[in-house]
């Protein structure tokens, strides 16, 4: 019945895909995204601004949680239907433009010299090919360390600094790790991070003991090498020897993120999550990463768009992206509060930096100057998969640290061998 | 499957008019998307490039790929505990609630509602009945005394796992198997009673061999489902980057298909779970015509 469900949506998008392009002499474009209903409201707004500067061009928007977004995607580029302007993540990026189903917006960005000035420098490394663009970012996300301002008020404790080490970040950890019922069981954790995906936390902690994700080349996974080892003893003592990070199957139930149910109170994270916190009524405020032996470094990533090779309106789809891009978009999606602009003069603007929810928006800012980008590479998907899921077991408590690390690395080679 | 009463005349017009819809539907697109299936079974396609030809690679596959196997693994696992599990309990529930008592309504809505209830929705509530420190179920273990079990951890996940699915599929079982109660004449009970024979008697000599076609074929879609699991497992086990730690041969095929650009070897592993089933109809069609009675 759902799969029925299923492919009834999706015969519906095709017939609907299939039709507009050209509507009453205007030209019509699609634009499909991932995001939260909150995100369409402010996208239509942005469409709604570009329209009204471009009267001859229409947006619809379509905007899909991040799971199904995927699967729709590639059922739309596999059917050849797929909407003009579609929504990237910057890791999963090369998989599309080495399947040669996106746009080369090189020579559009070269007939507009310059607009690529403003933007932060980082957040377009991610999208450059030997042949150019195929891609830009529409706003990024550094990872910084979140923590719940309640909680260490009712510890006496100092809140996190600039200064911290991971070894203090370990220490606080403990001390605010409680049974606040004294029924035996931990009811608040010091600390919780993301045990599936590297972006917050793990390759955080790996550089910062000096270690690497995967090698320039794409062709080694770098994350069994002594240095990312003490990173991955540390997180794993924390686990399981301090009990001051709740292991994955105790996380599982209260839906993954502790630091949203109000039981952890530090966790490293990015931009998305701020406005969720607030609706959770956190009491939160957020930090730089903690420093480890070889310094301080955090993440930086960015979500950002492409055109479709197949569009048949390429210049009124760049001219889309380069409103996004203006000053105009910007700031429509700094208000978002989901992420940080790209432009350099909205970030550093009172529209980005003095929002509603009150924290310290500067430090997203700053992380960029100790950031290493989330790398891009070929099948990064599968990559992912084989060092997170390959993972889980140490996660769940099952499985013993140095062994699994040292399978998950010969899988995650033998996928950067397939995906070469 | 012999019939009592065969279609005549008219009634045989109005049998392909209202068969019509449903053949349409089957050969246009159960049957068109299973001979894609079969086709791209045959290829290398990540669904964005071309599809190239693989030969029987995918195949190979099936028979060397250690991820796929477990899959297949937990699959037969997961059939063989819940298959007789929905058979049996909605069995029971169904002879329970085949009786004139006050509120027998509200007894059969409340066992079919979570065949109408969103599983998602219902995974939920579960993972909330599981919960290792928070879990209504360890907290009501607590009270007798006894040692919380961790329900979703990997050794006790497929157990966890197949109860959910077997309470999700009650309600099915049930309604197939009440209809087949109400079939049964009253009048052997009313002699069987006369003759002294128990309650327990009478479900054995009566109830069991007059129900067998509703077992039969109670059993058959329990085995099509069990092979075809997915929702809940997927909901309550999924971790990582989307991986569960019990995956099941459709999730196997999903990720594969939808996540690692191997819809070939997706399709190659959608052919295998066919012919199993196809295989197992088979087995069962022939133990129908030596075990059930009809009638």
Known sequence: MKKALFSLAMIAILLLSACGSNIGGKTQLSFMMWGDPAELTVWKQIVTDFEAANPNTTVSVEVSDWDSYWTKLKTLLAAKTPPDMFAIDAPLYLDYQSKGVLLNLQPYIDANPGMLDGLYPQTLQAYQTPEGYFGLPRDFQTIVLFYNKAMFDAAGMAYPTADWTWDDLRAAAKKLTLDTNGDGKTDQYGFSFDMWDMEPGYSEAIWSYGGDMINADHTQTLIGSPEARQAWQLLYDMTFVDKSVPDSNTSGQYGGDTFLAGVSAMTPMGHWSVPGYADANLQFDVAPMPKGPAGRYTSVNSAGFVIAKGTKHPAEAFSFLKFVLSNAGQTRLAELGFACPVLQSIAQSSTFLQQKITINQQAFLDALQYARIKPVFKGYDEWASAVGDGMAPVWRGEADLNTTLDEVVIAADAVLAKNK | ?295
């Open chain 2, 1 to 295: 499957m012999e019939f009592g009463i065969k279609p005549l005349g008219r009634e045989r017009l109005w049998l392909w008019t209202l068969l019509l819809p449903t053949l349409f539907g089957l050969v246009f697109s159960a049957f068109g998307s299973l001979l894609a299936t079969i086709a791209l079974s045959f290829t290398n396609w990540d669904l964005l490039s071309s599809p190239t030809w693989a030969g029987l690679k995918n195949y190979i596959a099936l028979f060397t790929d250690a991820k796929f196997l477990k899959s297949l693994s937990n699959t037969a696992i997961f059939s063989a505990m819940y298959v007789p599990g929905v058979v049996i309990i909605s069995l029971l529930v169904a002879v329970l609630l085949n009786r004139k008592i006050r509120g027998i309504g509200i007894f059969r809505t409340a066992y079919y509602l979570p065949a109408v209830t969103s599983a998602v929705a219902t995974a939920l509530v579960w993972n909330m009945i599981y919960g290792k420190d928070t879990g209504i179920l360890n907290y009501v273990l607590g009270l007798l005394h006894l040692q919380p079990i961790c329900w979703l951890c990997t050794s006790h996940a497929m157990v966890s796992v197949v109860i959910v699915n077997i309470w999700g599929a009650i309600g099915e079982g049930m309604i197939i198997f009440l209809a087949g109660l109400t079939a049964i004449p009253r009048e052997y009970y009313e002699a069987a009673m006369m003759d002294g024979a128990s309650l327990t008697k009478q479900f054995f000599k009566i109830t069991l061999p007059l129900i067998t076609p509703s077992i039969f074929f109670q059993t058959l879609m329990a085995t099509i489902n069990a092979f075809q699991a997915y929702d809940y497992i997927y909901m309550l086990t999924r971790q990582g980057q989307g991986d569960s730690n019990i995956p099941v041969v459709v999730f196997s095929i999903y990720r594969n298909a939808w996540y690692f650009g191997n819809y070939g070897g997706a399709s190659a592993q959608a052919i295998e779970l066919t012919v199993i089933v196809a295989v197992l109809m088979l087995i069962y069609l022939w133990l129908e015509k030596r075990y059930v009675f009809y009638e």
